[in-house]
């Protein structure tokens, strides 16, 4: 029995080396041809790029060898036509509008974008078979308008129905379930443990989000309004009286020709010939880099949820979680390279306290070793989001970012109800008088709940103080912004919160301006992690977990929105007894963001 055994572990860890060996070699093969293998797209003398929306946005690129580009990234739109306005071969653009997940602060980018390379003097158009047929095509219409020239497939509408926020509320299920939540927060505004707390919204919330919607939908009508040259009570007539037909839409001067693919792709695509169709994505890939000796930025992606330890190792261009190890060992590495700026692009909920601190502090080494940060915010930089970007030499934001929620929230739920329902009983012992704290299986003691309350004013203190002092507020100014209100990235630079409105480009300029680079400077953007890390860490993971860890259960796609709403709760699956700097998981016209 002991030789069997012996074969039995000799083929196992056998099979286990090859396996590895097969791993190792594909991401070898990944490092090395990844620049070999992939596509190179030649851009004609006489092109136009096309820059489709239809299935979103990618936050990187995954760089797989022979693979094509896919979804494109804000970097190359914004870059892309940044280099393609004084490009002698690209004669124009054209965007593929009306559908495809899209949110305004993205929107806003493209619309930026949009605006300088029409400096040129080059033709940019939109093509949209409909703006949200049985939907909302708010958002892409607001994108297309940016063009020269809207065409419409006369059998589409426009869908302009503006924006309608809502929240889930959980107490009700919760308390079916017997499940009691002990939550409390700082201060009225933080919407994040209503979602536990209460069966409706209360009062509060619903001032905060109606002020939010109220500031988007402005925005929008008012770019809308310029774009078309109409009176902004024109636009809110289309936005209250949507859907229109495409007949209709083309008589109000919504859009300007009803017309097919394939006859808006001749008039478009006609300045240039019939192969002139070239991807922003694969343009972007193939802007030549700045001389080797050009001054480097440091490019540093935050996205999604704050938590403790490595952000989700994912080759494959998304984010799921924005880890703190992960974002301080970029900050470092950067900071030892001596990089001239760091450019930290948010897009975050929020999440664990502790790890945003954690991240606050490399924000502020890097500045005091003399290294410039600007901050640059996406679709939201929110609670924890926002706290990371405090000490930061400037902070952009686009017009509708979500911004702010400083406030915090801490609790747990407890079980002993829906226990009872199960016919469960639990018992134990302990050592320490407050080692059963964080048990579900019981209330919080008088003394526990006041401990809870008194770390809940000391991070809240600690939160606004450090807004104070990065900000330059003072705390009454700092306070009426705070109380765990979102505002809008246009509000909240009102109030002081925000520096700059804009994007990428924005803060390139900005790390220009604040390292005494002039602004003709060419700089080269260096990624932090590197693709390299990324992939190693994804083996790392995919070795210790097995082959199936990195890949996400279907289960979550049965319902629409559903895997959003996972995304957004992370911090609290993850780290169930962390004290919370996060804002509620909210969905924008159906969608959680």
């Known amino acids: 029995m002991g030789f069997l055994r012996f074969v039995v572990r000799f083929i196992f860890w056998l099979l286990a080396l090859l396996g ?19 596509p190179q797209v030649k851009v004609p003398d006489q092109a136009v790029l096309t ?7 990618a936050k990187t690129h995954v760089r797989l060898p022979f693979a094509p580009i896919g979804k494109p990234t804000i970097e190359d739109i914004v870059l892309g036509l940044e280099a393609a306005a004084g490009d002698g071969r690209v004669k124009g653009v054209m965007l593929k509008v009306g559908r495809g997940p899209l949110n305004i602060a993205e929107a806003q980018e493209i619309r930026d974008a949009v605006a300088r390379f029409q400096g040129s003097s080059k033709p940019i158009h939109a093509f949209a078979e409909s703006f949200g047929e049985a939907g909302d095509g708010t958002l892409h219409y607001y994108v297309a308008t940016s063009a020269d020239r809207i065409f419409l497939q006369p059998s589409g509408e426009v869908a302009t129905l503006g924006f309608m926020v809502e929240q889930p509320f959980l107490r009700a299920a919760l308390d079916w379930l017997g499940v009691k939540p002990q939550v409390s927060k700082r201060k009225e505004f933080k919407g994040a443990p209503y979602l536990f707390t209460e069966t409706a919204m209360p009062a509060p919330l619903r001032q905060n989000l109606q002020q939010l919607t ?8 008012d770019g809308i309004a310029a774009s078309r040259k109409k009176d902004a009570g024109v636009v809110r007539r289309w936005i209250d009286n949507a859907p229109w037909s495409a007949a209709a839409a083309k008589q109000e001067g919504m859009v300007d020709e009803l017309q097919y693919w394939d006859q808006a792709a001749a008039v478009t695509y006609g300045v240039a010939g019939s ?13 030549p880099e700045p001389r ?14 704050v938590i403790l330890g490595d952000s989700k190792a994912d080759p494959f261009g998304e984010s799921n979680n924005l880890g703190s190890d992960t974002i301080v060992k970029a900050f470092s590495d950067a900071i030892d390279d001596r990089v001239r700026a760091i450019i930290f692009r948010i897009d975050s909920p929020g999440g664990s306290y502790v790890a945003a601190d954690a991240i606050w502090r490399e924000v502020v080494r890097a500045r005091e070793l003399g290294i410039p940060v600007i901050a640059s915010f996406g679709w939201e930089a929110a609670s924890g989001g926002y706290f990371v970007a405090v000490p930061a030499t400037k902070i952009v934001a686009q017009p509708g970012t979500i911004t702010g929620s400083i406030g915090v929230f801490a609790g747990k739920p407890v079980l002993t109800d829906l226990w009872a329902n199960l016919n469960i009983h639990f018992e134990g012992v302990q050592a320490g008088a407050a080692a059963g704290t964080n048990s579900v299986n019981r209330d919080y003691s008088p003394q526990e709940w006041a401990r809870l309350e008194r770390r809940l004013d000391e991070i809240y203190a600690d939160f606004t103080g450090k807004v104070a002092e990065g900000r330059k507020l003072a705390p009454d100014k700092v306070e009426e912004a705070a109380k765990g209100q979102i505002w809008s990235g246009a509000d909240a630079k009102a109030r002081g919160l925000v520096d700059e409105l804009g994007g990428l480009s924005m803060a390139i300029r900005l790390a ?12 080269t953007l260096v990624s932090y992690p590197s693709e390299e890390e990324r992939w ?13 860890a990195p890949v996400l259960s279907d289960s979550a796609a049965l319902l629409p929105g559903a895997q959003e709403l996972a995304r957004e709760l992370q911090p609290l699956i993850a780290q169930p007894d962390a004290v919370l700097l996060w804002s509620p998981p909210i969905s924008v016209n159906g969608r959680f963001e």
Do not use: C, H, N
């Open 20 to 38: 590895i060996a097969v791993v190792a070699l594909i991401v070898a093969g990944f490092f090395f041809l990844g620049e070999l293998g992939r």
């Open 214 to 221: 109220d500031s988007w939908l402005t925005q929008v009508v």
């Open 512 to 523: 220009k301006q604040e390292s005494k680079l002039a602004q003709e400077t060419a700089v």
């Open 275 to 287: 192969d002139a169709s070239v991807k922003i994505a694969d343009y972007a890939a193939q802007i």
């Open 51 to 57: 820059i489709d929306l239809s299935e979103g946005l």
């Open 536 to 548: 190693e860490q994804f083996l790392g993971e995919f070795m210790a977990s097995g082959a199936t």
């Open 292 to 305: 080797s000796t050009a001054p480097r930025v440091a490019l540093i992606r935050g996205d999604g949820p």
